[in-house]
């Protein structure tokens, strides 16, 4: 601040301005101090209740997350948010009479049921009325949340919206890009409408073998996707002539950069999960797949926008104590296990990479011949640097379009879906 002549300090106006400003001053540095350092907050983006396909309470399934160290969940129940109660059939629910006996023990008088034309009855609680059972501030936060559930043809397309504020329906189209465009359009609509944060991410792209690399990396205004999905069908690692949803974002995010994109499309890890009451491999178990998101605040604005800014990790059960950018290079800190060992492989695609790429047909269940993702040169999503460690880093060299990190530890994942999943954690993608 420049240094002002004596003769203009003793001037009233100027007296009070400097008041004010020290006043101000003052107030924002009080707030500074308020304010609490970032911290990471673990999170399940995905979930399914009787309000859907899924084989248990809602209650019951925020306490199973709350009491294992989650601090926010997104209950995402296909095409259906739960804004007032519903009475259902205990019979001829999925958990059935074993699941409201375990609901009773759990909550007791809490549980609301009757007798309905012979048949047992329970009321499941909408969001508003359970959330108040789990939520704290700084400790636990309940989100509002939909899983839009689309299709084209034959072709399951799903995605989750966070946060809503109403309910979207389906929104149908003429292709699978077009579904998914108009679905995350919808989104979009009613958080520039309302002015409530809230996002879209694309579901399980292999899930039905629905959604080429292609088709999705036409979208306009979708920032997130599922990298991993606890669900036993989703086919995380591809199969059948199909790649990966590992290979198909380095192929979404190589051609979106090169057409001009500038926001980068991020992974998410979720469960997805529907069944509660047995632990197999089979099924779709909570537990698997999670998102840490970096924020000060556990509030969904906060974390909308810490990763919206890319400031989290996806995890199938690697932690990470930190990972930072300085100039250019990109360290990481992992929690380390005892016992167990960990290597990261830095990935991404450099200037100047093959573009070239040649159609796939493969045949569908019925032997019909379908077309997957094209098939593309090994220049893309290459494995830049491969490191041994706790802190692994890396040095941008500039040329890169991107870079991404996985850390995969030697530990199997707990409740795994396959035999060789690993523990894993996904780092978003960095320009140099």
């Given at each position: 601040m420049a240094r002002l002549p004596l003769r203009n300090v003793f001037h009233p106006v100027l007296i009070a301005a400097l008041g004010l400003a020290w006043a101000g001053l003052h107030i924002a540095n009080a707030q500074r101090a308020d304010t609490p350092e970032p911290r990471w907050w673990k999170g399940n983006l995905h979930t399914h209740s009787l309000w859907s396909d899924g084989d248990n309470y809602p209650d019951m399934i925020a306490d199973w997350y709350k009491s294992r160290g989650y601090q926010f969940l997104a209950m995402s129940d296909h095409n259906v948010m739960a804004e007032t109660g519903k009475w259902i059939d205990v019979a001829k629910s999925k958990g059935g009479v074993p699941a409201l006996e375990k609901y009773r023990a759990r909550f007791g008088t809490g549980v609301e049921t009757r007798e309905e034309s012979g048949a047992t009855q329970v009321r499941l609680k909408p969001l508003a009325e359970y959330r108040t059972l789990f939520e704290e501030p700084g400790k636990f936060l309940m989100i509002p949340s939909e899983e839009i559930t689309d299709k084209f043809e034959k072709k399951p397309i799903h995605l989750c919206a966070t946060n809503l504020k109403e309910l979207i329906k389906p929104q149908g189209g003429d292709s699978v890009t077009q579904v998914i465009q108009r679905d995350v359009d919808a989104v979009l609509e009613q958080r520039a409408r309302t002015g409530q944060a809230m996002f879209p991410h694309v579901n399980h792209p292999n899930f039905g073998w629905a959604i080429t690399a292609e088709e999705l990396m036409a979208v306009r205004?979708?920032?997130?996707?599922?990298?991993?999905?606890?669900?036993?069908?989703?086919?995380?690692?591809?199969?059948?002539?199909?790649?990966?949803?590992?290979?198909?974002?380095?192929?979404?995010?190589?051609?979106?950069?090169?057409?001009?994109?500038?926001?980068?499309?991020?992974?998410?890890?979720?469960?997805?999960?529907?069944?509660?009451?047995?632990?197999?491999?089979?099924?779709?178990?909570?537990?698997?797949?999670?998102?840490?998101?970096?924020?000060?605040?556990?509030?969904?604005?906060?974390?909308?926008?810490?990763?919206?800014?890319?400031?989290?990790?996806?995890?199938?059960?690697?932690?990470?104590?930190?990972?930072?950018?300085?100039?250019?290079?990109?360290?990481?800190?992992?929690?380390?296990?005892?016992?167990?060992?960990?290597?990261?492989?830095?990935?991404?695609?450099?200037?100047?990479?093959?573009?070239?790429?040649?159609?796939?047909?493969?045949?569908?269940?019925?032997?019909?011949?379908?077309?997957?993702?094209?098939?593309?040169?090994?220049?893309?999503?290459?494995?830049?640097?491969?490191?041994?460690?706790?802190?692994?880093?890396?040095?941008?060299?500039?040329?890169?379009?991107?870079?991404?990190?996985?850390?995969?530890?030697?530990?199997?994942?707990?409740?795994r879906v396959r035999p060789d999943d690993m523990e894993r954690a996904w780092l978003q993608p960095m320009r140099p």
């Open positions: 205004g979708d920032r997130f996707f599922e990298v991993y999905n606890g669900h036993p069908t989703v086919y995380n690692e591809g199969g059948e002539g199909r790649p990966g949803t590992e290979r198909m974002w380095d192929i979404m995010l190589t051609h979106q950069i090169a057409d001009g994109r500038k926001e980068l499309l991020f992974g998410v890890a979720v469960d997805d999960s529907h069944n509660y009451h047995r632990e197999d491999p089979k099924v779709s178990n909570p537990g698997r797949g999670w998102v840490m998101v970096r924020s000060p605040l556990l509030s969904p604005d906060r974390l909308i926008r810490a990763m919206e800014a890319g400031d989290f990790y996806a995890s199938s059960g690697v932690t990470l104590r930190d990972f930072s950018r300085n100039g250019k290079r990109l360290k990481i800190e992992i929690q380390p296990e005892a016992g167990v060992t960990y290597r990261t492989r830095f990935i991404g695609t450099r200037k100047g990479y093959d573009p070239a790429s040649e159609p796939v047909t493969v045949a569908d269940k019925d032997g019909t011949p379908v077309t997957v993702t094209r098939r593309y040169s090994a220049d893309i999503g290459h494995v830049l640097a491969e490191v041994e460690g706790t802190s692994p880093a890396y040095t941008f060299r500039g040329d890169e379009l991107y870079v991404r990190a996985v850390v995969t530890s030697s530990r199997p994942q707990a409740n």
